[in-house]
């Protein structure tokens, strides 16, 4: 593990404070950044992120994606947990808080908005970061690949609906031109570039050369392309979280209980099913992390900038670092409880 793994947490707590700091006495810095958005994609932080999943996207052997089909449980579980669990647990937990556990402490209003934010959140499983997750857990990046672009296509049919149920509501507007951008600037594009370098290097210099010269040339550029997302996410949204400290905790204790619940429910169910480590982890991390950015430009779109909704999905980012990180770690310190790869695939 290098030097920035290893004490990845301390950089990650370090961001994040930077980040509300330049948010709350500098906030001509995000002003100026917020020129540099289309379709409420911010592009800095387009670029950041495209730098993050870049290096491992030059790790998928497009020749194994073939054999993804072979064993297609890792698929299924990503499915159902992601799409038949996670929305509706969340609901669940978030209503449980937030109109029963907080009742006395947060107005009726208050609380529906924070459920919609909610909701927002567990109806957008990870399509981005989930990339660095699996590659801290030594996920298999080409089964990877494949889990976090069907979730793609399901999000484009059920998204909506499912938000639409579980909010009672049938005017969900969702920004698609968001959306679609989304999926080309995190999917598609850094898919298509570590394709083309796979193809160009490996022809010109040799297999060999691209695999054990070219890709560790990029060992650190995805851990700094986290910490400097981190700084300017949350330089947008630094004088809501110093605004709003109370609220804040209370929000993120239900968010936090519902990551947890929907790793274990996938992980476990990865382990009952005998599949390997770097099929199981990517699986568990897909459904606990969130896809921050299309949940954060809905609730803006739908309920405004300072509304309860967004503020959820706010800190939805906020505790989603380090609380994946923990699982990372979770995850690698529970290697052993799985059949080893060869045997499983």
């Known amino acids: 593990m290098s030097f920035f793994e290893r004490y990845l947490t301390v950089w990650v707590a ?14 001509q810095v995000p002003a100026w950044l917020s020129k540099f958005e289309y379709a409420s994609v911010s592009i800095p932080v387009a670029i950041l992120i495209w730098l993050m999943i870049y290096p491992m996207m030059l790790k998928v052997d497009f020749h194994s994606i073939k054999k993804v089909g072979e064993n297609p449980k890792g698929l299924i579980i990503t499915w159902v947990t992601n799409w038949l669990i996670k929305p509706f647990t969340m609901f669940g937990i978030a209503s449980l808080f937030f109109y029963v556990f907080y ?3 947060i107005s009726n209003e208050l609380a529906k908005e924070y459920l919609a934010g909610a909701v927002l959140l567990g109806a957008a499983p990870c ?12 996920g298999n990046p080409a089964y990877t690949l494949v889990q976090v672009a069907t979730n793609d296509l399901i999000i484009l049919v059920a998204f909506v609906p499912i938000v639409a149920f579980l909010l009672g ?34 022809k010109n210099k040799g297999l060999e050369y691209f695999e054990k010269v070219y890709i560790p040339k990029f060992g650190n550029v995805t851990i700094a392309g986290l910490l400097l997302t981190l700084i300017i996410i949350f330089s947008f949204q630094g004088q809501i979280i110093v605004d709003n400290p109370i609220n804040i905790v209370l929000i993120a204790i239900p968010l ?6 929907i790793f274990f429910i996938a992980y476990f169910w990865a382990k009952f099913w005998k599949l390997p480590h770097n099929v199981a982890a990517p699986a568990g991390m897909i459904g606990a992390s969130n896809f921050f950015e299309l949940a954060v430009a809905v609730a803006i779109s739908l309920f405004g900038l300072q509304s309860g909704a967004t503020i959820v999905t706010v800190v939805g980012v906020l505790v989603e670092v380090p609380v994946m990180l923990t699982l990372v770690k979770i995850a690698n310190n529970t290697r052993n409880w799985f059949v080893p790869e060869k045997k499983a695939l």
Do not use: E
């Open 256 to 261: 936090i209980l519902q990551t947890f619940l």
């Open 103 to 105: 009742k006395g402490l």
């Open 14 to 27: 370090a961001c994040m404070i930077i980040g509300i700091l330049i948010g709350v006495y500098l906030p």
């Open 127 to 138: 399509t981005a970061m989930v990339f660095v997750w699996s590659h801290l857990t030594k």
């Open 169 to 202: 509501i049938s005017n969900v507007v969702v920004p698609w031109d968001t959306l679609f951008l989304s999926v080309v600037l995190f999917v598609v594009i850094p898919l298509g570039a570590g394709w083309f370098s796979r193809v160009i290097i490996s």
